[in-house]
T-cell receptor, first 112, second 114 residues
């Protein structure tokens, strides 16, 4: 039972344009959502997060949007840069142990 | 600040052999996690420690996997005996107390079981 789903295994975007990565979840008890970025042969690194009491969080070029009624969140990267090429994981948390449930990841390729 | 350290980075073994992975979390981080990441999937939690106590090991295959965290600092994950399906990247992460969000990951150990 996949509680966090990233339905696009890969996404290719032109440099300078907007990248939009999507994530859906099924568990309404999730109250915190995170995006991690992963380069090959490295561990995931935290990118941006959002609490369920908000619908938007922004950090520089990165913005995460949360639509609780649709159980959907998205990560927008504007403008996209070559260094953004990586695998992006969506993760959700709920409960006292703050454990993360992860999506399968989306590989973002930024074309020059 | 030094990051999460893991060793070895790569390991190749035959099925039915044993293997051990080591993790040194960021200094002062009370919570430590071991994840298994199979190619094309997201990380799956195997075990969570709070200091040197186990918080959750419900997804750890205890017939072959074991983990310990000595003195609430370093941790070791062992597989004995290994199966082909254990081929994966094993990630260690740590989290400071009071932070609900960020987990800091090591580079992982890529295990290949032949």
């Amino acid at each position: 039972d996949q509680q966090v789903k990233q339905n696009s295994p890969s996404l290719s975007v032109q440099e300078g344009r907007i990248s939009i990565l999507n994530c859906d979840y099924t568990n309404s008890m999730f109250d915190y959502f995170l995006w991690y970025k992963k380069y090959p042969a490295e561990g995931p690194t935290f990118l941006i997060s959002i609490s369920s009491i908000k619908d938007k969080n922004e950090d520089g070029r990165f913005t995460v949007f949360l639509n609780k009624s649709a159980k959907h969140l998205s990560l927008h990267i504007v403008p996209s840069q070559p260094g953004d090429s990586a695998v992006y994981f969506c993760a959700a948390s709920g409960g006292s142990n703050y454990q993360l449930i992860w999506g399968a990841g989306t590989k973002l390729i930024i074309k020059p | 600040e030094a990051g999460v350290a893991q060793s070895p980075r790569y390991k190749i073994i035959e099925k039915r052999q044993s293997v051990a992975f080591w993790c040194n979390p960021i200094s002062g981080h009370a919570t430590l996690y071991w994840y298994q990441q199979i190619l094309g999937q997201g990380p799956k939690l195997l075990i969570q420690f709070q200091n040197n106590g186990v918080v959750d090991d419900s997804q750890l295959p205890k017939d072959r996997f074991s983990a310990e965290r000595l003195k609430g600092v370093d941790s070791t994950l062992k597989i004995q005996p290994a199966k082909l399906e254990d081929s994966a990247v094993y990630l260690c992460a740590s989290r400071p107390s009071g932070r609900v969000d960020t987990q800091y990951f090591g580079p992982g150990t890529r295990l290949t079981v032949l």
